[in-house]
């Protein structure tokens, strides 16, 4: 196990810090909106499905799950149909993609459907447990920024950056799909934000 972060990136913008509803939208109610790319994830998707839904519940925070199939063979797709009529359609949103276009454009086609005017990126392998959300929402109020990107722009604005370690636990069911692509486009994406800030 390692400490890793997951992020809670505001709908407004990449780099945005502090909670802001998106325009026409109230901030009475702040709602939280968890993107949850699958690519065969039959078997972990209702674990982590439900400790989101326990992790909200007992901390009474508002919040929708939007499941993003990219297409999986394995039946993935239909373990979230019963998911979303398990939980409701406002809670679970599943809103997949025809074949494997890739965790960018899942990213994508989720933020489409967004409602919520914060949003929680993470894996549906387990590896990111929830509950570690409430800190991270009670970071994210207090001002604090999460992911590379946001870091970097924070730290030229001079935003204050925090941090709240989570253990980073293997995947229990499947197999990883990070492979030699994603590494090397993210390194690229890496390169490119420092040689343009």
């Known amino acids: ?33 968890v ?28 919040y929708e799950i939007i499941i993003i199939d990219d297409g ?14 398990i939980y409701g359609p406002d809670r ?3 809103r997949p993609l025809e074949k494997k276009l890739g965790l960018g454009t899942a990213y994508i086609h989720g933020l489409k459907h967004a409602t919520g005017n914060s949003i929680i990126i993470m894996d549906a392998d387990l590896s990111h447990h929830p509950k570690f959300i409430p800190e991270f929402i009670r970071k ?13 722009r924070a730290r030229q604005l001079n935003y204050t950056i925090g ?12 197999e990883s799909k990070l492979g030699g692509n994603e590494i090397v486009s ?12």
């Open 1 to 33: 196990m390692s400490n890793q972060k997951f992020g809670i990136k505001n709908c407004v913008g990449s780099s945005a810090v502090s909670p802001r509803p998106p325009q026409g939208r109230s901030s009475r109610q702040d709602k939280y909106l």
């Open 35 to 62: 993107l949850l790319p699958t690519y065969n994830e039959r078997e972990n998707l209702p674990l982590i499905v439900w400790l989101l839904v326990k992790s909200f519940t007992e901390s009474v925070i508002n």
């Open 72 to 85: 999986s063979p394995d039946g993935t797709r239909e373990v979230a149909e019963q998911l979303e009529k």
């Open 92 to 94: 679970i949103l599943l």
């Open 140 to 152: 994210q109020k207090e001002g604090y920024v999460f992911q590379m990107e946001m870091i970097v």
């Open 163 to 174: 941090e709240v370690p989570i253990s980073f636990v293997d995947r229990v069911y499947g």
């Open 186 to 197: 993210f390194l690229k994406g890496l390169l490119t934000l420092f040689a343009t800030t």
